[in-house]
C-alpha cells in the first residue's frame, strides 16, 4: 500500500514497513500534474480558476502531494482548501480516470504517478496514442514507493521467515512481484524516513489521516 494508507492503518492497528518497493534504484518517485498536449498552460499558476481532477483523497501522488505542491509554491496558504484556487476540484476514482478526464475534456490538469505516463507499465492505464495526446506540466519528487506492511506484534522469526522469502522471490523470481504488486524488487528501509515527505505533505495540507477516508 501507499504511504498515506499506510498511516491510516498504524492509526488504527500496530503495524510497520516490512519492505518497500524500489523503482529504477530508487524508493521514491514523482507526482505529476497532467494537462493536454495542446493546452496553454505551462506553469502551475496558469491552472488557477481551472478544473482540477484529483485522483483519489487517500492518493499519495495523486491527492496529498499535489495538494502540498500548491502549498509549497506559495499558491496555497497552509491548510488552504484547493478548490479556493481552482475552479473546480473533483476526484475521478483511479490514475486511468483521472488521465482520461483531461483527454476527454472534462478537466483541465489531474494529478497522478509518474508511472502512469512513462514507464514499463503506463501501457496499463492508457495507450501510447493516448499518452501522446498529454503531457507533463511539472513534476513533484519525493513520493515514497509503496510498501509491504507487516503487524509489529508478530513474532519477529515469523517477521524475518517472511522477509527473507521476499527478497528471494524478489532476487530469483522477480516477475512474480511484478504481476502483483507493479514492482519486482523490494528493499529494507529506515520507516521515518521512507514516509517523512507524506508526513510533511500532512502537516502542509492540514489532512489528518483519519479524515482522508471519510
Not at 46 to 59: A, Q, Y
Not at 122 to 149: C, F, W
Request: glycine share 6%.
Amino acid at each position: 500500500l501507499s504511504s498515506i494508507p499506510f498511516l491510516l492503518a498504524k492509526k488504527e492497528a500496530p503495524v510497520q514497513p516490512l519492505l518497500v518497493e524500489e523503482r529504477a534504484d530508487k524508493t521514491f518517485y514523482n507526482s505529476i500534474f497532467v494537462v493536454a498536449k495542446d493546452s496553454p498552460y505551462t506553469t502551475l499558476n496558469e491552472l488557477k480558476g481551472k478544473r482540477m481532477m484529483f485522483t483519489s483523497p487517500t492518493s499519495t501522488s495523486g491527492y496529498v502531494m499535489a495538494y502540498s505542491r500548491l502549498v509549497e509554491d506559495g499558491l496555497l496558504t497552509p491548510r488552504q482548501n484547493p478548490a479556493e484556487f481552482f475552479g473546480s476540484v473533483n476526484f475521478a476514482g483511479g490514475y486511468d480516470r483521472a488521465l482520461l478526464s483531461v483527454l476527454n475534456g472534462q478537466a483541465d490538469a489531474c494529478a497522478v504517478s509518474d508511472y502512469t505516463m512513462e514507464g514499463a507499465k503506463a501501457d496499463i492505464y492508457l495507450t501510447p496514442e493516448q499518452r501522446s495526446k498529454l503531457r507533463i506540466l511539472t513534476r513533484t519528487p519525493g513520493v515514497p514507493t509503496h510498501l509491504i506492511a507487516i503487524r509489529s506484534d508478530l513474532p519477529v522469526d515469523i517477521q524475518l521467515k517472511m522477509k527473507k522469502a521476499l527478497l528471494k522471490i524478489s532476487r530469483d523470481q522477480p516477475q512474480l512481484l511484478a504481476d502483483v504488486y507493479g514492482a519486482a524488487t523490494f528493499v529494507e528501509v529506515d520507516e521515518k524516513i521512507h514516509i517523512a515527505t507524506a508526513m510533511k505533505a500532512l502537516t502542509n495540507t492540514g489532512l489528518q489521516e483519519k479524515k482522508l477516508v471519510k
